[in-house]
């Protein structure tokens, strides 16, 4: 089933709504992304906060403000939570982020053109981003330890590989958030590279859109990589979904690429949608994680 977000039109202001639902705040987003499309570079924008916001929400915002070097004339009154996350140009030192908060900041990594180097760029996050999500992030200690740390590490992980692998980014944004009151997580990884179906293209894959790429990769496995065995069938995705969405974990799993997207969770079930005409140059990457109630065995769900 493929859904499409609808877009209102005369919008001359971002707006930050108070949605916690995915498919709300995705068509908030698709909004956003529109306004944001049409503006010059080191041309004004403004914000306008009607509740709190998401990773989802605001790190492709973040992304493209950053790109085009927006300023932001106006935030409101209620946009202190957008500061204090290091909206919008994120924090580049990595080091330097504190632990003992209910968030991760938005990070903001320019990723180096040589692939040797690429790969231990990314590695170094992935290290560096466990630990804070550990500390941060899973601020009840009892979430880490029924979650496991091979659950957190490993959802990141495959994200972070696929980045290495198929992107060709040259920026990365990670934000993450933490509810204590509902013991919820949420990840927004953002690479600006060239999408799934310009990678699958350029590997030869036999793709006629970025729908019918989209749909590939969800549904058989594509992959833009050549496995040990001359496979091209990639598990990376299937492997967070089942890792995030099933009824221990109660979780969710989104991407966006190109014009394009797939949501999977046990609230809305496996929905592809349609950003048309709006299309995003990267991909978008969004983990949600709840709580489990007794403690979670990842090798149970993935191969």
């Known amino acids: 089933m493929c859904r499409s977000i609808q ?10 709504e108070d949605r916690f639902n995915t498919i709300d705040r995705l068509s908030e987003l698709k909004k956003n992304l529109s306004y944001l499309d049409l503006k010059d570079e080191n041309s004004s924008i403004t914000i306008k906060q009607e509740g ?28 202190s939570y957008l ?29 180096n053109s040589i692939p040797s180097m690429v790969t231990n760029q990314l590695n170094e996050i992935h ?39 198929h992107s060709k980014a040259e920026n990365l944004f990670l934000f ?67 890792a995030l969405t099933n009824r221990e974990i109660k979780g969710e799993f989104l991407i966006i690429s190109d014009s394009v997207g797939f949501i999977h969770s046990m609230q809305n079930g496996e929905k592809f949608l349609n950003f048309a005409p709006y299309s995003w140059s990267g991909t978008i990457i969004m983990l949600r994680f709840s709580k489990p109630t007794m403690p979670f065995d990842l090798y149970k769900y993935v191969k």
């Open 83 to 111: 500061d204090t996350v290091s909206f919008p140009y994120g924090v580049s030192d990595i080091r330097s982020i504190l632990a003992d908060r209910t968030y991760i900041p938005i990070i903001h990594l320019r990723i």
């Open 52 to 79: 709190y916001v998401t990773p989802l929400s605001i790190t492709p915002l973040a992304a493209i403000i950053s790109k085009k070097q927006l300023v932001i004339k106006s935030k409101g009154e209620n946009t």
């Open 176 to 242: 993450a958030q933490y509810w204590k009151r509902i013991n919820t997580c949420e990840i927004c990884i953002v690479d600006d590279g060239i999408g799934i179906y310009r990678s699958l293209l350029h590997a030869g894959r036999d793709v006629q859109s970025p729908m019918d790429a989209m749909n590939k990769m969800i549904t058989s496995g594509l992959s833009s990589k050549f496995e040990y065995s001359g496979s091209q069938r990639g598990t990376g995705i299937k492997n967070i979904r089942d």
């Open 127 to 165: 290290g560096i981003f466990i630990r804070l999500l550990k500390s941060n992030i899973i601020a009840d200690p009892e979430f880490v330890q029924l979650i496991t740390d091979q659950t957190i590490g490993f959802v990141v992980s495959e994200v972070i590989d696929n980045i290495d692998q």
């Open 7 to 16: 877009l209102r039109t005369n919008k001359k202001v971002i707006i930050l």
